[in-house]
Nanobody, 115 residues
Framework: QVQVVESGGGLVQPGGSLRLSCVAS????????MGWYRQAPGKQRELVAT???????NYADSGKGRFTISRDNAKNTVFLQMNSLKPEDTAVYYC?????????WGQGTQVTVSS
């Protein structure tokens, strides 16, 4: 069982930045593919960004050029740096880990972009 815990959400003004963190438990973190997803009220959960075990990244069009996903294997942590935030980025952001064909989700962290 892999435990996933997100942090770093909050209230930010349009144009601001936030860095989300996600810690995944276990000694095999280097073998976890990691991803960030988000879900806005009344909408389906959608991909934000993913990073493979080899640090290959993929982004949804909505975040390209503004969001950066990275991982620190020594700390079992994946980050999502979000810049130039817009009100439409408001959502609960979820982190997941994929390991041995199993998917593990965190509880989410709220990001609100508002003036």
């Amino acid at each position: 069982q892999v435990q996933v815990v997100e942090s770093g959400g909050g209230l930010v003004q349009p144009g601001g930045s936030l860095r989300l963190s996600c810690v995944a438990s276990g000694s095999r973190f280097t073998s976890y593919a990691m991803g960030w997803y988000r879900q806005a009220p009344g909408k389906q959960r959608e991909l934000v960004a993913t990073i493979t075990t080899g640090a290959i990244t993929n982004y949804a069009d909505s975040g390209k050029g503004r969001f950066t996903i990275s991982r620190d294997n020594a700390k079992n942590t994946v980050f999502l740096q979000m810049n130039s935030l817009k009100p439409e980025d408001t959502a609960v952001y979820y982190c997941n880990a994929v390991f041995l064909r199993q998917l593990y989700w965190g509880q989410g962290t709220q990001v609100t972009v508002s003036s």
